[in-house]
C-alpha cells in the first residue's frame, strides 16, 4: 500500500492556514515597501495609454501611489505566496503525488506571470480604446487616477489569478479527484460560475465581463484538452 500522510487534527490546520497567510502578508508588505521605491515611476508608464488622469480630492493622489505600492507588492510576492500554497497542499498528499507540486508549482507562477502580462498588454489596452472611443468635443474623458489604478490593477491580476485554471485542472487529473469526464459532465455548471465570477471581478458593465469571462471559459476549455492527455498518461 502507498503511504499515506497521517491526518492531523482540523485545529492544526487551521493553525497552518493562519500561519500560511500571516507570512504571506509579510511578504507582501516587504514587497510593497520595495516597489515604493520605484512607484512614481510605475505611475507614469501605466497612465500612457490614457496621456493623463486627474485626482479630485487633496489626497487621492497620495493614496493612488499607496494603492500601486500595495498591488506591486501582491504581484512581486507572488513567487513566495504560491510556494504558500504549494507546500500547504502538499502536505495533504500521498508521498507518490508529493512529486507533482515540483512540477506544478513553478508551472502555476508562469502562468500567474502569463496572465498578468496578457491582462496589461492586451486586456487592458483593448478594453480602454473600446470604452474611451464614446468620448467625443462635448464629452471629455477625465479618469480619476485611483480609479484607473484599480481597473488596470484588477485587469492583470484578475487575468494572472484566472490563468492558474488549466494548472489546476490539470493537478488535479494528475492526483485523481477529477476526470475528462467530470470537467465535461459539468461544463455548464463551470461556465455559469465564471460568469458570474466575471461579474465580481470586473466593473458593472457586460463589456468588461466578457473580456474575462470569454478567456476564463477558453481556459476551462483547454483545460479539459489537458485532461485528456494527464488521463491518458496516468492510465
Known amino acids: ?5 497521517p491526518k492531523r487534527p482540523f485545529l492544526d490546520h487551521l493553525e ?5 497567510i500571516i507570512r504571506s502578508v ?5 514587497a510593497s515597501f520595495v516597489s515604493w521605491g520605484f512607484a512614481p ?4 508608464f501605466l497612465i500612457k495609454p490614457v496621456g493623463h488622469v486627474v485626482f479630485l480630492s487633496p489626497g487621492e493622489a497620495f493614496l493612488a501611489l499607496v494603492t500601486l505600492t500595495l498591488w506591486g507588492g501582491v504581484i512581486l510576492a507572488s513567487p513566495f505566496i504560491l510556494y504558500e500554497i504549494w507546500t500547504f497542499v502538499a502536505e495533504a498528499l500521498r508521498e507518490s503525488e508529493k512529486r507533482y507540486v515540483l512540477l506544478f508549482g513553478p508551472l502555476s507562477l508562469l502562468f500567474f506571470m502569463a496572465g498578468c502580462l496578457f491582462g496589461y498588454f492586451v486586456v487592458v489596452p483593448f478594453s480602454l480604446k473600446f470604452l474611451l472611443r464614446f468620448s467625443s468635443s462635448s464629452v471629455v474623458h477625465m479618469i480619476p487616477v485611483g480609479k484607473y489604478l484599480s481597473f488596470v490593477a484588477m485587469g492583470v491580476v484578475s487575468f494572472g489569478c484566472v490563468f492558474e485554471l488549466p494548472v489546476v485542472l490539470f493537478f488535479l487529473i494528475k492526483i485523481g479527484v477529477a476526470s475528462p469526464v467530470f470537467l465535461i459532465h459539468n461544463r455548464r455548471l463551470a461556465i455559469v460560475l465564471i460568469f458570474a465570477i466575471s461579474a465580481i ?35
Open 1 to 5: 500500500m502507498t503511504p499515506q500522510t
Open 26 to 30: 509579510l511578504a507582501i508588505a516587504v
Open 16 to 20: 497552518e492556514v493562519r500561519f500560511r
Open 201 to 235: 471581478l470586473t466593473p458593472p458593465d457586460v463589456f468588461s465581463q466578457l473580456l474575462l469571462a470569454v478567456p476564463l471559459v477558453l481556459l476551462y476549455e483547454g483545460g479539459i484538452l489537458f485532461s485528456r492527455w494527464a488521463f491518458r498518461s496516468k492510465s
Open 41 to 44: 515611476r510605475l505611475l507614469q
